[in-house]
């Protein structure tokens, strides 16, 4: 039961999150920060359940569409290829990259939004003591 | 402690969000899974049934796909049909019609920021955008129809764009640059007309012919840069000897063509004053440096034959415009089909109308005709003023704010005269006059009307109609082949021709068209009108049974207007077409697809045989020099990539063009590689051999030539001589607009030259063996078009492909069929049901 409530629900709901915002058409940016919106509320207010559930949910939002694109369309590849050629590096780096960007954002925003949530329940516990 | 360190927390976390997003985020937003260059993907790749409902037109359009991803648009008016023309090309062609809009506009640096503020300065000093507006107003008042095919065009492009910001599906491109388009307004297509018909008439040779008198001498430049080409006379486009409806020019061709046109009598300047003429020079070299290079040889094919001597009984037209190479194309193919019309052919992406193509009543195909319509001036300028007819006149002053991405505003300040703006930037102020900008009624306007003219062309029902919408047709004039479904044929050559009177040195007066050199501005010089559209040269049905028009001497030389301006190429690919033409009395449809494909080379048949007489007999000659005169003795003259041979002469040609010039003119400082063009030097071999130009004997200039030839084949290629083939020293690279490699087609080998009919441009210079100097510029698109029982037919094809997504099947699917010498069939399906091999279909009805 803890483990559903302190990881799957809020990982859950950080991906029913992204998937909306990414279909609506959002800014990577927004995407990561929505991310970590219900992550941050439905995780226990450790900053260490929050990093592991962001990393999670945001790696599922940012990488299945790509691996789902890679795998349907052959001019996925084609598309990689030429970012490859261009850039210089390797496809699998040209992915990798702001994937990392997005989690760490989104962990960034979640760690932020946690600590958010501490010092409320600190100044509330203050205020009531 | 505990609120401060989660204060902390907080306060870090933000900082470093905003840390990463400050670095990576043009990267994060390219690579959006959702919205970055993923969605690019399956852009414009149409499939299946489609439906869209739009606002703009009146009733519904249909366009059925073939599986080649060409529309066949079907609409109850042209006015639909443009929308949906707009809408598609927007579809497949969007950046490339942003980055043409900016290049002609003046307006790179706007995304591009200060790489390109030298290129939007010259492009805002010509003021095509000027002349663009002018024009857009001017159709909107006189021929409302018109302009509002322009503008149901621009409202199809700008609903293809908010679909696509909508979608997330903007081209690569314009991720890659981080920036979306603006929205199409007339003015946007007709600046990129006008800059079509920039690059066919911005003829500089005035500028460096003025740059090699004052260099070299009047004389000498004479000879290198005759009046008129050497071997011009028994090819020109339209057969006899120039007089036209019984008018001719009252002097001796002859005589004309000996004159010193750079003489005060004919510039009204002083070339032999000496700071004068430096000040010209550095006007001179700024105007060169601001324009920058052209493109070589840039030049096209077309030609028609009769009923008479077509192997099926039915006219035959084929045209092959040579324009650069770029990926995506310049051309993009369409078919349209309305009540009163049914044509395809090839668009040129922003513009509305089939360029170059065919209809079921007739056909037609372009090619440049070179004479001169832009003059230089030099101008007397003192506070502010400008010197002209006698009295000081204010200059025009026009600002042109231009935006720099990362720089903020740079404010040019165009000087502009009776004459045209001024270009030079150092030195003499050298303003000029173009056509474009002169307007066809000569009043500094800008107004011209080639649209209105290529309207009524997409419309023509006959020859006749034809040929009267071109009396609209003002710049660029071109050489207009054309066949008719009765089998009339023909070679008309329409445009604004200014024209000026010169007094000669006798005392006589003649009318010139065009200059050789910079012509004093303070009056005297100015164009007195344009030529008579009755007198524009023009063959109909020709008794010799066909007619052709590659870039070639137009008219004989007693046209009543001296051609002064005769930039016309020197006449290879005439003389070879001549040939093929006469080589037997009926040619087949077979025939004319070989003909575009020829890639015999006239120069090397008319010099090889005197330049390897001219050093057989040496006796030093090494095994491999030995060897390859042998080679050059048993060729057949085609510039195979296959063959040894073409790379041997090209060598030798390119090491006599230095052995020939290159001291000469270091000796008289001139840094310009101004070299002759080759029909001047295959001139000098045969009719002045023992000239300073080759040293006094040509045996030895040739000799020296063979030797520095051989040794640089051998430095870069190896000692095997049979491994020179042509097409290691001649490759094909299409590049992307952008420049950028992986969007490019890889260099392939590449037959032909800059002289074959089959053009592949490619300067004689050994500097480029080895180096990465590639063929830029050939056939653009090749149409053949032909009578059956009294029915027009097709066959075209050009190099790339419809769509320019680079991860389309439709981006470079045509190169494989082009580079082949194939073609693909075009026919004129009347109902969507008849479009063969459909793949998709687009509803837009009225919403």
Same mark, same amino acid.
């Given at each position: 039961?803890?483990?559903f409530?302190?990881?799957?629900?809020?990982?859950?709901?950080?991906?029913i999150?992204?998937?909306?915002?990414?279909?609506?058409?959002?800014?990577?940016?927004?995407?990561?920060i929505?991310?970590?919106?219900p992550?941050?509320i439905?995780?226990?207010?450790?900053a260490?359940?929050?990093a592991?559930?962001?990393?999670i949910?945001?790696?599922?939002?940012?990488?299945?569409p790509?691996?789902?694109?890679i795998s349907?369309?052959p001019?996925t590849?084609r598309?990689l290829?030429?970012?490859?050629?261009?850039?210089?590096?390797?496809?699998?780096?040209?992915?990798?990259?702001?994937?990392?960007v997005?989690i760490v954002?989104?962990?960034?925003?979640?760690?932020a939004?946690?600590?958010?949530?501490?010092?409320?329940?600190?100044?509330?516990?203050?205020r009531i003591? | 402690?505990?609120i401060?360190?989660?204060?902390?927390?907080?306060?870090?976390?933000l900082?470093?969000?905003?840390l990463?997003?400050l670095?990576f985020?043009s990267v994060?937003?390219?690579m959006?899974?959702?919205?970055?260059v993923?969605?690019?993907?399956?852009?414009?790749?149409?499939?299946?049934s489609?439906?869209i409902s739009?606002?703009g037109?009146?009733?519904?359009?249909?366009?059925?796909f073939?599986?080649d991803m060409?529309? $066949?648009?079907f609409?109850?008016s042209?006015?639909?049909?443009?929308?949906?023309l707009?809408?598609l090309?927007a579809?497949?062609?969007?950046?490339?019609?942003?980055?043409?809009?900016?290049?002609?506009?003046?307006?790179?640096? @706007?995304?591009l920021?200060?790489?390109?503020?030298?290129?939007d300065?010259?492009?805002?000093?010509?003021?095509?955008?000027?002349?663009?507006?002018?024009t857009?107003?001017?159709?909107e008042?006189?021929?409302?129809?018109?302009?509002?095919?322009?503008?149901?065009?621009?409202?199809?492009?700008?609903?293809a764009?908010?679909?696509m910001?909508?979608?997330?599906?903007?081209?690569?491109?314009f991720?890659?640059l981080?920036?979306?388009p603006?929205?199409?307004?007339p003015?946007?297509?007709?600046?990129?007309?006008?800059y079509?018909?920039?690059?066919?008439?911005?003829?500089?040779e005035?500028?460096?012919?003025?740059?090699?008198?004052?260099k070299?001498?009047p004389?000498?430049?004479?000879?290198?840069?005759?009046?008129?080409p050497?071997?011009?006379?028994?090819?020109?486009?339209?057969?006899?000897?120039?007089?036209?409806?019984?008018?001719?020019?009252?002097?001796?061709?002859?005589?004309?063509?000996?004159?010193?046109?750079?003489?005060?009598?004919?510039t009204?300047i002083?070339?032999?004053?000496?700071?004068?003429?430096?000040?010209?020079?550095?006007?001179i070299?700024?105007?060169?440096?601001?324009?920058?290079?052209?493109?070589?040889?840039?030049?096209?094919?077309?030609w028609?034959?009769?009923?008479?001597?077509s192997?099926t009984?039915?006219?035959?037209m084929?045209?092959?415009?040579?324009?650069?190479?770029?990926?995506?194309a310049?051309?993009?193919?369409? $078919?349209?089909?309305?009540?009163?019309?049914n044509?395809?052919g090839?668009?040129?992406?922003?513009?509305?109308?089939?360029?170059?193509g065919?209809?079921? $009543?007739?056909?037609?195909?372009?090619?440049n005709?070179?004479?001169?319509?832009?003059?230089?001036?030099?101008?007397?300028?003192?506070?502010?003023?400008?010197?002209y007819?006698?009295?000081?006149?204010?200059?025009?002053?026009?600002?042109e704010p231009i935006?720099?991405?990362?720089?903020?505003?740079?404010?040019?300040?165009?000087n502009?005269?009776?004459?045209?703006?001024?270009i030079s930037?150092?030195?003499?102020?050298?303003?000029?006059?173009?056509?474009?900008?002169?307007?066809?009624?000569?009043?500094?306007?800008?107004v011209?009307?080639?649209?209105?003219?290529?309207?009524?062309v997409?419309?023509a029902?006959?020859?006749?109609?034809?040929?009267?919408a071109?009396?609209?047709?003002?710049?660029?004039?071109?050489?207009?082949?054309?066949?008719?479904r009765?089998n009339?044929?023909?070679?008309?050559?329409?445009?604004?021709?200014p024209?000026?009177?010169?007094?000669l040195?006798?005392?006589?007066?003649?009318r010139v068209?065009?200059s050789?050199?910079?012509?004093?501005?303070?009056?005297?010089?100015?164009?007195?009108?344009?030529?008579p559209?009755?007198?524009?040269p023009?063959?109909?049905n020709?008794?010799?049974g066909?007619?052709?028009?590659?870039?070639?001497?137009?008219?004989?030389?007693?046209?009543?207007?001296?051609?002064?301006?005769?930039?016309w190429?020197?006449?290879?690919r005439?003389?070879?077409?001549?040939?093929?033409?006469?080589?037997?009395?009926?040619?087949?449809?077979?025939?004319m697809?070989?003909?575009?494909?020829?890639?015999?080379?006239?120069y090397?048949?008319s010099?090889i045989?005197?330049l390897?007489r001219?050093?057989?007999?040496?006796?030093?000659?090494?095994?491999?020099?030995?060897k390859?005169?042998?080679?050059?003795?048993?060729?057949?003259?085609?510039?195979?990539?296959?063959?040894?041979?073409p790379?041997?002469?090209?060598?030798?040609?390119?090491a006599?063009?230095?052995?020939?010039?290159?001291?000469?003119?270091?000796? $008289?400082?001139?840094?310009?590689?101004?070299?002759p063009?080759e029909?001047?030097?295959?001139?000098l071999?045969?009719?002045?051999?023992s000239?300073?130009?080759?040293?006094?004997?040509l045996?030895?200039?040739?000799?020296?030539?063979?030797?520095?030839?051989?040794?640089?084949?051998?430095?870069?290629?190896?000692?095997?001589?049979?491994?020179?083939?042509?097409?290691?020293?001649?490759?094909?690279?299409?590049?992307?607009?952008?420049?950028?490699?992986?969007?490019?087609?890889?260099?392939?080998?590449?037959?032909?030259?800059?002289?074959?009919?089959?053009?592949?441009?490619?300067?004689y210079?050994?500097?480029?063996?080895?180096?990465?100097?590639?063929?830029r510029?050939g056939?653009?698109?090749?149409?053949?078009?032909?009578? @059956?029982?009294?029915?027009?037919?097709?066959?075209?094809?050009?190099?790339?492909g419809?769509?320019?997504?680079?991860?389309?099947?439709?981006y470079?699917?045509?190169?494989?069929?082009?580079?082949?010498y194939k073609?693909?069939?075009l026919?004129?399906?009347?109902?969507?049901?008849a479009?063969?091999s459909?793949?998709?279909?687009?509803?837009?009805?009225?919403?």
């Open positions: 039961m803890g483990m409530r302190d990881h799957i629900y809020p990982i859950i709901s950080g991906i999150i992204g998937i909306v915002g990414g279909v609506l058409g959002l800014d990577w940016l927004w995407i990561s929505l991310i970590a919106i992550l941050a439905l995780s226990p207010n450790s260490r359940a929050g592991i559930n962001s990393i949910a945001s790696l599922v939002v940012f990488t299945a790509i691996i789902t694109r349907m369309d001019r590849m598309m290829d030429i970012l490859s050629s261009i850039t210089g590096l390797s496809w699998q780096v040209i992915i990798a990259i702001p994937i990392i997005y954002i989104s962990l960034l925003a979640c760690i939004i946690i600590s958010m949530k501490r010092v409320t329940i600190e100044l509330r516990t203050k003591g | 402690m505990g401060a360190r989660e204060i902390a927390v907080m306060a870090v976390s900082i470093l969000i905003i990463l997003t670095s985020g994060a937003s390219l959006n899974p959702y919205a970055g993923w969605t690019e993907i399956g852009r414009g790749d149409f499939r299946g489609i439906k739009v606002k037109i009146d009733n519904s359009v249909t366009v059925v073939d599986s060409v529309p $066949h648009i609409a109850s042209w006015r639909d049909a443009a929308f949906a707009g809408y090309h579809y497949h062609r969007l950046w490339q019609m942003d980055i043409q809009k900016r290049l002609a506009e003046g307006r790179l640096s @706007e995304i920021g200060n790489s390109t503020l030298k290129q300065i010259y492009m805002r000093i010509v003021g095509l955008y000027r002349a663009a507006v002018n857009t107003k001017w159709l008042n006189s021929y409302p129809d018109v302009y509002s095919i322009m503008a149901a065009y621009s409202a199809g492009v700008n609903m764009i908010e679909g910001k909508a979608r997330n599906e903007l081209p690569l491109m991720k890659l981080g920036y979306e603006e929205p199409w307004r003015e946007d297509s007709m600046a990129w007309a006008l079509m018909a920039w690059g066919l008439t911005n003829f500089f005035p500028l460096e012919l003025t740059y090699l008198a004052i070299l001498g004389s000498d430049t004479n000879i290198l840069f005759p009046v008129h050497y071997y011009g006379d028994n090819v020109t486009v339209i057969p006899g000897d120039g007089s036209i409806n019984s008018l001719r020019i009252n002097k001796d061709p002859g005589y004309l063509r000996s004159l010193n046109w750079f003489s005060q009598w004919a009204g002083d070339l032999s004053d000496r700071d004068l003429a430096q000040q010209i020079l550095d006007a070299e700024s105007i060169l440096d601001l324009s920058g290079e052209k493109p070589p040889d840039i030049g096209s094919n077309n028609v034959v009769g009923p008479s001597r192997a009984g039915g006219a035959i084929a045209d092959d415009p040579h324009l650069p190479l770029n990926i995506p310049i051309w993009y193919e369409a $078919h349209i089909k309305t009540p009163d019309m044509v395809r090839v668009t040129l992406p922003g513009i509305p109308f089939i360029i170059i065919f209809n079921e $009543h007739v056909a037609w195909g372009l090619t005709t070179q004479i001169g319509v832009m003059d230089f001036y030099l101008e007397k300028i003192s506070n502010g003023s400008y010197l007819n006698g009295e000081w006149r204010p200059l025009k002053v026009v600002e935006r720099v991405k990362g720089y903020g505003v740079y404010l040019l300040k165009v502009i005269t009776a004459n045209g703006p001024i930037t150092k030195g003499a102020p050298i303003s000029f006059r173009w056509v474009g900008n002169a307007g066809y009624m000569n009043d500094n306007s800008g011209t009307r080639q649209v209105l003219a290529i309207y009524l997409n419309k029902k006959s020859y006749e109609d034809l040929v009267n071109l009396r609209y047709w003002d710049i660029p004039s071109q050489n207009w082949a054309f066949i008719d009765e009339n044929y023909g070679i008309i050559i329409p445009g604004l021709f024209y000026r009177s010169v007094r040195p006798d005392g006589d007066v003649v068209i065009g050789r050199s910079i012509l004093n501005g303070s009056g005297g010089y100015a164009w007195e009108g344009y030529v559209y009755e007198q524009i023009r063959t109909i020709p008794q010799r066909w007619a052709a028009a590659p870039n070639q001497m137009s008219v004989g030389p007693y046209y009543p207007y001296f051609i002064l301006g005769s930039w190429d020197p006449g290879a005439a003389q070879r077409i001549y040939q093929l033409l006469s080589s037997k009395d009926k040619h087949s449809v077979e025939d697809m070989k003909y575009q494909s020829d890639i015999y080379l006239w090397a048949s010099s045989p005197t390897i001219a050093v057989e007999g040496y006796r030093d000659l090494s095994p491999v020099e030995l390859a005169l042998e080679i050059l003795r048993s060729w057949d003259y085609r510039m195979d990539k296959n063959l040894v041979a790379t041997i002469w090209w060598a030798w040609f390119s006599l063009y230095d052995e020939s010039f290159a001291k000469i003119y270091t000796d $008289h400082g001139i840094k310009l590689r101004l070299y063009t029909d001047a030097l295959v001139w071999i045969h009719n002045m051999p000239s300073k130009w080759f040293g006094g004997n045996s030895d200039a040739a000799r020296k030539a063979l030797s520095k030839a051989i040794s640089s084949l051998k430095a870069i290629y190896g000692d095997d001589i049979n491994s020179w083939v042509w097409g290691k020293v001649h490759r094909l690279y299409i590049a992307h607009l952008s420049g950028l490699k992986p969007l490019s087609i890889e260099p392939v080998p590449e037959d032909g030259a800059s002289a074959t009919l089959m053009n592949a441009g490619f300067q210079d050994l500097r480029n063996l080895g180096r990465e100097v590639f063929v510029t056939p653009s698109w090749r149409i053949i078009a032909y009578v @059956e029982r009294g029915s027009i037919k097709a066959y075209g094809i050009y190099p790339g419809q769509s320019e997504n680079p991860v389309s099947d439709y470079k699917n045509f190169f494989d069929t082009w580079y082949s073609y693909r069939e026919d004129l399906p009347t109902n969507p049901e479009v063969r459909k793949i998709a279909t687009i509803d837009i009805v009225p919403g």
